[in-house]
Each structure stands twice: as structure tokens, then as C-alpha cells.
């Protein structure tokens, strides 16, 4: 299916599961990935409503142009799905790495929509510091001037236009998406799922949102997060997104749990599966029963309202009838009064 934004965008998306949720479950993929690297969660949430989207310029999603290559312009049409695919749900948000950055840019640029709508975050291999802890598994000392390149490179892509990186040697991308992209081991036709995805994402979005992910900031405005329950996941092998992005990111929030997978890379969805799946389901949980509790508390306050304002409207017919009454007793003696004069 198809949904078309406020600027005219096309993004494709998918349901999955039961008509309705309690919660709906949103997954946001990753930058020059697609929605089919959540293939794994979507099974094991058969009995969940779910909903997976192409962010625009991914997957089967509309083109991304220069000038909409930017974080807040998927926190926009994150924001805008929601409200006509979800309109009525609440929903637990999952994203991974470019999702995760969505979903925090969301809530900074979206903050009453977010609370009104969201009950769960589930954050997997992201940042809220942009490129600031990536090493792409070389020294520190070595790092930035590997980013200088990269970002050089990136803002050459994005002005070719919309080829596609297929025509490159299949090893030699391949090998890049095996070093970034994964720990290890690396399963054969997980390597071979995210190549054949990157081999398809035009290179304007591949370098188009490289200056995007490079500059966002949201650390600070994490801690302004809803108290609701909050899951980060972290390959402890993650080139990319290294540990320090997901330690500082539940640091931000008192409410996250913090999981981090010893042999796992970037595609935590694939390679730790069982993990993200696991974290999902107790997060799931977690959002039902604050949303129980919440409700509870909601119902009981309304019973107490209810039993506050009767008791104000007896309160306060008695004391008008005694005034009425004395009044009359003051009016009729006054009166009385008056006529004996």
C-alpha cells in the first residue's frame, strides 16, 4: 500500500498481523536498507498488529531529492503515517539505525504528538550524536579523517542523481556491507539480503543523507522523553554505532534497559534476532501494562471526580437551600419590620 505525504511523497508500506493492535507495532528501518531486514520480527509478532514502511528514497518508496534527505523530514512523515495509518492506535515505535534516529527526531520535533500517540521505544544499533562515536573498526585516531572521506563521497552521490550502485563489483560491495554491516559470524543469506538491498538504494540517498546522519544532536533532548518504557539495543561489534551511542542514549533515559549483544554487528534484526525479538515482546508487554495501570489510575480518578463533584453539588445545594431559607427568615422579618414602622 501506498501513502502519500504532505509534500507529495510516495511511501509504500505493509500490515501485517490483526486489523487492530493493542499496541501497534511500527517498524523504521535504516539508511540504504529497506523494510524486508524486519522480516524476522514481523514473524514472530504474527499475533500483533504490525506496520513496516520505506522510509522516501528506500525501498519501493518515492525518490528522495537533496533538500528533503533530512532527519526532520522522515520525523515529519514518521508523524504523518501515524496519523492516517494509525490513527487510533497507540504504538510502540521500533527503529534501526536511520529508524532510531527518525523516531528520537520525532519526539523532539513532534513532542504532544509523540505522548498522544506512542506507549513504547524500542531504539536498535542507533545514535542520538550523529557520527560522533563511528570507527567504521579503525583507531579513533584514524576515524575522522575516514569520515572526511566519507562525507566527501556522500556529497558526490548525492548529486549524481539516481543511479544505483549494482553495476559495482558484487565482492567488492559485498566485502563493504560484510565489514560495516555485521559481527560475527556473519550467516551467508543475511549478507546476501542487505547487499542485494544496498545494491538497489539509489546513490542520492545513499549520499544524500550522509550529512544528516553526521549532524544530528539529540542527546540532551532525550531526558524530555514520556515516561514510557524505553528498550535500547547494541552490538558490542557494531562499527557504526558503536557501544558509547547506546550507553549514553540509555543513560539520557532513566526508564531505558539497556541490551547489548556480544558477537552481534549493525543488523542486530538479523543477526541477533532472537534478542531484538525478545526485546520486543517485553517491551510489548511493558506498554500494556503501564497502559493498564494507566488506565486504572485514569478510571479510578474519574470514580473520584465523580464522587468529588457530587458531593461539591450536595455540598452546595444545602448551602443554597439554607440561604434561600434564611433569606426569606431576614427578607419577611425586614419586611415585617418595615411595614410595622
Not at 498522544?116 to 521505544?121: K, N, W
Not at 570507527?135 to 558526490?156: D, H, I, K, M, Q
Not at 539516481?162 to 560475527?184: D, E, I, K, N
Not at 518504557?229 to 558490542?236: I, N, S
Request: proline share 5%.
Amino acid at each position: 500500500m501506498d501513502f502519500v505525504t504532505s509534500d507529495g511523497a510516495h511511501l509504500s508500506y505493509e500490515r501485517h498481523g490483526p486489523a487492530k493492535g493493542a499496541p501497534t507495532v511500527v517498524l523504521l528501518h535504516g539508511w540504504s536498507l529497506d523494510r524486508r531486514v524486519w522480516s524476522w520480527q514481523v514473524d514472530a509478532l504474527g499475533d500483533v498488529a504490525v506496520v513496516a514502511y520505506d522510509a522516501r528514497g528506500h525501498g519501493r518508496s518515492g525518490p528522495v531529492t537533496r533538500t528533503t534527505a533530512t532527519l526532520g523530514r522522515l520525523a515529519d512523515d514518521l508523524a504523518e503515517v501515524l496519523g492516517a495509518v494509525t490513527p487510533t492506535d497507540r504504538v510502540v515505535l521500533v527503529g534501526h539505525s536511520l529508524g532510531g534516529m527518525t523516531i528520537i527526531e520525532y519526539a523532539h520535533r513532534h513532542p504532544a504528538h509523540f505522548a498522544e500517540h506512542v506507549c513504547g521505544v524500542v531504539l536498535v544499533s542507533t545514535t542520538a550524536e550523529g557520527a560522533l562515536h563511528t570507527t567504521y573498526g579503525f583507531s579513533p585516531a584514524l576515524a575522522p579523517a575516514v569520515r572526511a572521506g566519507e562525507l566527501a563521497g556522500c556529497w558526490l552521490l548525492a548529486h549524481v542523481g539516481h543511479l544505483r550502485p549494482h553495476w559495482m563489483p558484487r565482492q567488492l560491495l559485498r566485502r563493504s556491507v560484510r565489514w560495516l554491516a555485521f559481527g560475527a559470524p556473519a550467516q551467508i543469506e543475511d549478507l546476501n539480503l542487505v547487499t542485494s538491498i544496498v545494491a538497489r538504494t539509489s546513490l542520492r540517498t545513499i549520499g544524500a543523507f550522509g550529512a544528516a546522519v553526521d549532524t544530528h544532536r539529540r542527546l540532551a533532548e532525550l531526558a524530555a522523553l514520556p515516561q514510557i518504557p524505553v528498550t535500547v539495543l547494541v552490538g558490542a561489534r557494531d562499527r557504526l554505532t558503536p557501544l558509547a551511542c547506546a550507553t549514553n542514549i540509555a543513560a539520557a533515559v532513566p526508564q531505558a534497559h539497556l541490551v547489548v549483544c556480544p558477537e552481534g554487528g549493525h543488523m542486530l534484526p538479523l543477526e541477533c534476532r532472537d534478542e531484538v525479538n525478545e526485546a520486543l515482546r517485553l517491551t510489548i508487554d511493558r506498554a500494556l501494562t503501564e497502559m493498564e495501570h494507566r488506565g486504572t489510575r485514569r478510571s479510578t480518578d474519574r470514580n473520584t471526580d465523580r464522587a468529588t463533584a457530587c458531593d461539591t453539588a450536595e455540598t452546595v445545594a444545602r448551602n443554597v437551600s439554607r440561604s434561600m431559607s434564611g433569606s426569606d427568615r431576614h427578607g419577611h422579618a425586614r419586611r415585617t419590620s418595615t411595614s410595622g414602622q
